[in-house]
């Protein structure tokens, strides 16, 4: 039972990490430079369809596939490493851990997006 626990405590900090990477704020900081908060335009958000309203397109597609990719990869993740799976937990824990990262992220004062690709990628992943 204690090696569940440590493999669910494991798979969502994992998760979290993961979904905490901010892509649309640094994608504002790179293409706008230090001093701009992609938090501060349009629904003050840092999904991929706030940095398509403010940078543009081609920058949204990338947050896109980055923000989809962080819903699924920690659950495949889950799905395919044993030390994660935690008897099927493992592929629950990681998907709300990384939707609760992408939505409240560490690296940037707990501030994020909506969640929808990333809850879309879970999804997606556990589908398969």
Not at 51 to 69: C, E
Not at 113 to 119: A, E, F, K, S
Request: glycine fraction near 16%; proline fraction near 4%; aromatic fraction near 10%.
């Amino acid at each position: 039972m204690s090696n569940i626990i440590v493999s669910l405590v494991l798979t969502a900090i994992v998760a979290y990490l993961w979904g905490s990477i901010p892509a649309g704020y640094w994608m504002g900081k790179l293409l706008r430079g230090r001093d701009f908060d992609i938090r501060e335009h349009g629904s003050r958000k840092i999904g991929a369809t706030n940095v398509q309203r403010t940078l543009g397109t081609g920058p949204a597609l990338i947050v896109l596939v980055i923000d989809l990719s962080k819903g699924i990869g920690p659950a495949l993740l889950a799905t395919l490493v044993p030390l994660f799976y935690a008897n099927g937990w493992g592929i629950l824990v990681a998907g709300l851990a990384a939707l609760l990262g992408h939505c409240y992220p560490v690296f940037i004062g707990f501030k994020g997006g909506r969640g929808v690709l990333t809850g879309g990628g879970c999804s997606w992943s556990v589908r398969r």
